[in-house]
């Protein structure tokens, strides 16, 4: 459930810009970037300025949200029903909050070769083992709702990384795609969580 920091902390860091920031056309990594200069964008080709005073606090919520996620995946391994089915689509969420903390710990302007193949892990693996895990969930009675939300966000998430990852924005713009990609697995995380919890009272 505390995934859901990396909301406030995207909004913390924007607040800190001291130049404008277009939450529809920059990319979420702009506010991790360690660099105050102008930086290229692969979709333009074209130097765009980047200023985030707050980039610590940024990758550190980045790295923050691949231990949470990490940690949430071990701690509640016995309460996922059994099936070959969900231990691959735990292991794929697994692999999405590796990728977190790569992607906070390879900031785009350090090492954008690295921080890449960090983001493709979270758009594509972390979406896909959504999906898996609200296929294999749907069955049992008290993962019915995140086991629903898996699979609509899941493959929601899927189709707008294909979208992004082939420039594809349908006029909402890059950094509207990119978030429209990587926020399913945060709203799902939290959703799980949350059953998780009620589930544990009752």
Known sequence: MLSV???????????????PYDWTERFLSDLGNTSCQPF??????KYLPVCSPRHALMNGSFILLGVLLGAGLTLTRRAWPPGRGTVVGRALVAWAAVSWIVVGLAPENE?????????MG???VGNAGVLVLG?????????????????????F??????????NQFLGLGLGTMERLAIYP??????TAGAVMIAGRRR
């Open 5 to 19: 920091w990396l909301f406030i902390a995207e909004i913390l860091t924007r607040a800190a810009w001291t130049i």
């Open 122 to 124: 979270i758009f594509a």
């Open 40 to 45: 290229r964008y692969y979709t333009t080709d």
């Open 157 to 166: 998430g899927l189709v707008m990384s294909i979208l992004f990852l082939f």
């Open 185 to 190: 697995l945060i709203v799902w995380a939290a």
């Open 135 to 155: 296929f294999t969930t749907r069955g049992a009675p008290e993962w019915r709702v995140p086991a629903v939300l898996g699979l609509l966000v899941g493959a």
């Open 111 to 119: 090492n954008i070769v690295v921080h890449g193949l960090g983001a």
